[in-house]
């Protein structure tokens, strides 16, 4: 267990609005990560942060703004979302002092946008 | 960009059996995990190998990391109803972004 918590769990929400999603880690680590799993593309990075403050964008980035700041909350806010945008969000950590180094994930947020 | 092939997509098989899962690449990586995920849940860590030839073992799974890094196999031996889930692997190379297959399907049927 990483200490990693989401919320919410689940989310329903209109196309158009803005939606939140948070991740909160207990254990003090550097780097988090939000990624999105969808059928036949399997995991794939949004957004990452290598500290307060300090973020950058994945493969898939549009469409998706993050904040730090603080260490322990990453938030992934959805500024105007949109149907293609349902999925299942999921943050991670690294545990190691590697960026690109072995990732524990939360439970996950399943998003649909109608 | 890198990318991370596993074989086959869905695998199911009777309780007992034993079974061999891929992951494939034409890059080669500094490290490599493999993680299960059950409906509902996030992935869970299961193993990370970093040196090429590495097998490591997790009671009856077997984890083998190729040679030239590039690969790697995971085998489940007397394969139970609790082994039942989505296996991914992923793989990180230097400054590359972790890199995810689409996973395995793995159902075991009683």
């Known amino acids: 267990d990483a200490g990693i918590t989401q919320s919410p769990r689940h989310k329903v929400t209109e196309t158009g609005t803005p939606v939140t999603l948070r991740c909160h880690q207990t254990e003090n680590h550097r780097y988090m990560y939000w990624y999105r799993q969808d059928p036949g593309h399997g995991l794939r990075l949004i957004h990452y942060s290598y500290g307060v403050k300090d973020t950058d964008k994945g493969e898939v980035s549009d469409g998706y703004s993050v904040s730090r700041s603080k260490t322990e909350d990453f938030l992934l806010t959805l500024e105007s979302a949109t149907s293609s945008q349902t999925s299942v969000y999921f943050c991670a950590i690294s545990a190691t002092d590697s960026l690109w180094g072995t990732q524990y994930f939360g439970p996950g947020t399943r998003l649909l946008v109608l | 960009t890198q990318l991370l092939e596993q074989s086959p997509q869905f695998l199911s098989i009777q309780e007992g059996e034993n079974l061999t899962v891929y992951c494939n690449s034409s890059?080669?990586?500094?490290?490599l995990q493999w993680y299960r995920q059950e409906p509902g849940e996030g992935p869970v860590l299961l193993v990370t190998?970093?040196?090429?030839?590495e097998v490591k073992k997790l009671k009856r799974l077997t984890f083998q990391f190729g040679d030239a890094r590039k690969d790697s196999s995971l085998h489940i031996t007397a394969a139970q109803p609790g082994d039942t889930g989505l296996y991914l692997c992923a793989g990180a190379g230097g400054n590359e972004k972790l890199t995810f297959g689409t996973g395995t399907r793995l159902t075991i049927i009683p």
């Open positions: 190998v970093v040196t090429g030839g």
């Open positions: 890059s080669v990586f500094s490290s």
